[in-house]
């Protein structure tokens, strides 16, 4: 991007940003997520450091945080109220200590940890023992005097409880500071309540409590429900307070909410844990949470280490990954699926979403990319949540310059060329007929081969198409003829490769039914499907000779995956296949039934196991008797949560009141 790009983006950027937050803080409506928002001043921030002539004064990079509001008194903090840097992973965690460590003598170092709330920092000061004053955070030097507001909230101590142990508290002045945060669950009752009564809703807990806070009438802010929780206790000599955990002590015994959950470490495995253990847990805590605060519990070597910027070198904020992003549409292409199902999608701009790299996005489907009115060219709002495929959100319009283009759904398959055809009016994809189409054939055989299916190891993607291409198989049947001599021939192979691509490919002749029968791909099904059709007819012969009313009066299986089945018994083509498979010496043994301790458990997982890949644990859930989901339902038993979860299956859980599990709770299961 050259300059006048980069001003013109700017300038575009500045007006969408301008535009988010006049909705969301004077309307109290939200355009986009925040996480998008903040995507998008990333962006500004970073073009304007590239082009610092380019900074203007009103760029909202340029906001002084907390600014004050006329009719306030201020007041000037006793020390400077600090902001945290961000750490989002392991790695960045161990680089901060590896920092500390650098510089502190003593290694022998004790962290302290605690949920970051997700509220407003306030202080409150107490002199010989008795309220004086509440002061905002404002802009880290000087709040704003809110003391009248503060007083009216039941949780802020109007004098400190007595406790002869902290007896030096009472005399002088005695700071404490924390978040005051309103409570989801209160927030949601107000909401409900302006709703009834025809005022605009607000937007989130936490710009409510700051609002509140903010309101020059103090009666009003009496009727809203917040909460104090402090976190920090100041004393003119520093040494009074030697540690973060003491000053939780004492705060508490002073008759302030402290968190409960806080917690001590020596290592970054005891940091980990803490972090990893309230990535589930912290959605059930009554107020919004969008990190953990990571400190050094030693006043001392905290203050010693000092402050970069506006941050203290002693402490950071772990964020939560925000699952949400914007990027560039580079160009969207069409992906024809092995049942033919012609798929547009969006290759982007790479951008990091949830920890991982995200390139590609699905658009679902012609009338999607009609409907959201997506554009080759176009800024977009990605999602990615846990294991599900990225998706684009929404475009934005406003950041558009003119080089956008449309796109047009292509009349053949951009593989074979064969007319693509609508499906049934209710089905909006549109679908490559060919059975033959290469893109359908090697993904045929990629899915025959796929974990869930037959798990043939080192018949992946590359090693598909590369068979495909030499004329060695055209269909999954054809990969149990293969033999060593034929695949030295080609690039990819050495004589050892290929003699262990032949065996993995012959250890797998006589597959459970389950497999082989969502190995052989019919539309509509999923892994569970097969396993309900397995378990209810034992024998895959039944299954090809059902009729579709008996294939649909199995319990999971409706009209429309019936006749999907049927349809796909029905074609020559198939049946051929099938007797190819057979000559071969290929077929899948009798379905016993399996009734275990996890008979009528459903499960679904979210995040990754450490101690399994997902497929095993999926097969020990059904060999106990038990079904394995991708989606959490109401029929959904247990939620089992592993490391970096997405949060859309665990919110999903927390509405429908599933179980949720950790990983340690699951194993007891399987092992019980
Ligand atoms: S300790 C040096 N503990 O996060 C600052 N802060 O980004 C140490 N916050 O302005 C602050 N929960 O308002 C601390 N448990 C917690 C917190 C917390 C929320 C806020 C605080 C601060 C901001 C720092």
Known sequence: ??????????????????????????????????????????????????????????????????????????????????????????????AWINRINK?????????????????????????????????????????????????????????????????????????????????????????????????????NPRNTAAGTIRQLDSKLVATRPLYFRAYDLLREDTKEVDSYSYAYKVLAAFGFITNPMASSAKDIKGIMDFIEYWTVKRLDLEFNTDGVVIKLDDRQSFSNL????????????????????????????????RTGTATPVAVLEPVVIAGSTVQMATLHNEGEVK??????????????????????????????????????????????????IKNKVADAAWRCPNTNCPSRTWKRIQHYASKEALDIEGLGEKNVIALIKASLINDPADIYLLEPVQLMKLERFAAISAKKLVESIQSKKNPSTSRFLYGLGIRHVGVQTAIDLANHFKNIDVIINAKVDDLAAVEGVGSIVAESIAEYFAEPKNIE???????????????KNIEGNLSNKSFVITGTLTAMQREEAADRIRN?????????????TYLVVGENPGKSKLKQAETLNTTVIDEDEFYKLLTR
């Open 371 to 420: 409907r959201k009115d997506i554009r080759i060219k176009d800024h977009v709002i990605v999602h990615k949540a846990g294991d599900i495929i990225p998706e684009v959100v929404e475009a934005l319009p406003q950041l558009r310059t003119g080089i956008e283009r449309e796109f047009k759904m292509p009349d053949t398959c951009p593989e074979c060329k064969t007319k693509l």
């Open 306 to 337: 000092g402050v970069a910027g506006k941050a203290p070198r002693g402490a950071v904020a772990f964020k939560y990954a925000a699952e949400q992003a914007t990027t560039i549409v580079k160009d969207i292409f069409v992906s024809i699926g």
């Open 1 to 94: 991007m050259n300059r006048s790009q980069a001003k013109e983006r700017i300038i575009k950027l500045r007006e969408l940003i301008n535009d988010y937050r006049y909705h969301y803080h004077v309307l109290n409506e939200s355009i986009m997520s925040e996480e998008a928002a903040d995507s998008l001043k990333h962006e500004l921030a970073q073009l304007e450091s590239k082009y610092p002539d380019l900074i203007s004064n009103d760029s909202p990079t340029q906001r002084i945080a907390g600014a004050i509001l006329p009719g306030f008194n201020t007041y000037q903090h006793s020390s400077r109220m600090l902001s945290l840097n961000d750490v989002f992973n392991k790695e960045e965690v161990q």
């Open 577 to 591: 296949l099938l007797k190819k498979f057979r000559s071969y010496g290929v077929w899948p043994y009798e379905a």
């Open 103 to 203: 510089v502190l003598s003593s290694k022998d170092i004790t962290y302290f940890m605690d949920i970051k709330m997700d509220g407003l920092a306030c202080a409150l000061i107490y002199r010989d023992g008795v309220l004086e004053r509440g002061v905002t955070r404002g802009d880290g030097f000087t709040g704003e005097d809110v003391t009248a507001n503060i007083r009216t909230m039941e949780s802020i101590p109007l004098s400190l409880k007595y406790n002869k142990d902290y007896a030096l508290f009472y005399k002088g002045v005695t700071e404490v500071r924390g978040e005051i945060v309103m409570y989801k669950k209160d927030f949601e009752m107000l909401n409900k309540q302006r709703k009834k009564e025809g005022l605009p809703l607000f937007a």
């Open 624 to 636: 106990l008797g038990g079904t394995f989901k991708s989606a959490v339902t109401e029929d959904t």
